[in-house]
């Protein structure tokens, strides 16, 4: 089995972790959407990492879609709602038994993606890095964080997985990714929102405590009804020392709309609602933020699903 890194999805996560594969001396493909943006990276000649204000360029070989050769490995870094149709159109090149490393915001993606690909293994990731791009093709490395990896269908830990530690990226592998999922999941409910309903980075929420918390109360009920009692513990808690932590941040769904993009709220606040109501549970706050945030972003000319 090839040892090289496929990544699909030259994002701000894609890009970090490509560059830091590419500096430990492994094997790296981006796969590329359309000639025209192939076109513009090899002008460009490889990906720009930024670490503490210290520049570093990777000539990352690059590829399109149709490109020959099979795919082993596939880290999956694009947009939650971009993952499903990708895949879809790399499934021919995709080997039995190819693994594929799913990074997307939310739940619900994830489960779309398998269903492309029943003979590939899908491994689910939750980051709390953070990167934001600063151009085409240049990533700022803004947060250390954390990287946890996990198979709920299989709990054997992949080969590769020492590539990460050699590379540089912090991961551990997880029995219980899906509460790590759910609990990301929640954070991302309670915080990002607000953001952008009230135009602030994520400390401005402090001043909107009394809208957080009966959102957690919400998301808390929620956890346990989905059989998640450890994703739930201390969620209130948790919450406020995310917002503390990152209070000169801006949350991904604010740098979203603020850059005219398609957010991930299908699979955040509107995972959440669906899940609510296959369990028969009320909540009326998550409904509420919901409808909020989907007419501000129909205001603004953006989707909404």
């Known amino acids: 089995m090839s040892s090289t890194w496929h990544i699909l999805g030259a994002g701000s996560l894609g890009s970090l972790w490509a560059c830091r594969l590419a500096r430990s001396g492994k094997a790296v493909r981006l796969i590329l959407r359309g000639q025209q943006r192939l076109a513009a990276y090899e002008r460009k000649g490889g990906l720009t990492l930024m670490e503490q204000d210290v520049q570093h360029h990777y000539a990352i070989p690059a590829e399109s879609f149709d490109a020959p050769g099979p795919i082993h490995r596939l880290l999956v870094a694009c947009k ?12 021919p090149r995709l080997a039995h038994g190819a693994e594929l490393i799913l990074l997307q915001n939310g739940l619900g993606s994830q489960d779309e993606v398998a269903e492309q ?11 709390t ?6 151009a085409d093709w240049q990533v700022r490395f803004a947060g250390h964080g954390f990287n946890w990896l996990g198979d709920p269908a299989s709990p ?15 991961a551990e592998w997880a029995l219980d990714i899906p509460a790590r999922l759910w609990r990301k999941l929640a954070l991302n409910c309670a915080i990002n929102p607000l953001t952008v309903l009230h135009d602030c980075q994520n400390g401005g929420l402090l001043g909107h405590l009394t809208e ?6 919400e998301l808390v009920n929620l956890l346990h009804r989905c059989g998640q009692p450890e994703a739930a513990s201390d969620l209130h808690e948790e919450v406020q020392r995310v917002i503390l932590a ?8 604010y740098q979203d709309v603020r850059h005219g993009r398609r957010t991930e709220v299908h699979y955040l606040l509107g995972h959440a609602c669906r899940a609510a109501g296959r369990h028969g549970l009320a909540v009326p706050q998550l409904e509420h933020l919901h409808r909020r945030l989907v007419d501000n972003l129909q205001a603004r000319g953006l989707r909404s699903d």
């Open 246 to 253: 990152t209070a000169a941040n801006y949350s991904s769904m």
């Open 156 to 170: 054997g830990m992949p080969t590769w997985f020492d590539d990460l530690h050699e590379a540089g990226i912090p």
């Open 212 to 217: 957080v918390d009966p959102l957690c109360d």
């Open 117 to 127: 690909v029943p003979h590939a293994r899908c491994i689910f990731a939750s980051s």
């Open 80 to 91: 939650a709602y971009d993952a499903a149709p990708a895949v879809a159109r790399l499934a």
């Open 129 to 134: 890095e953070g990167a934001f791009r600063e």
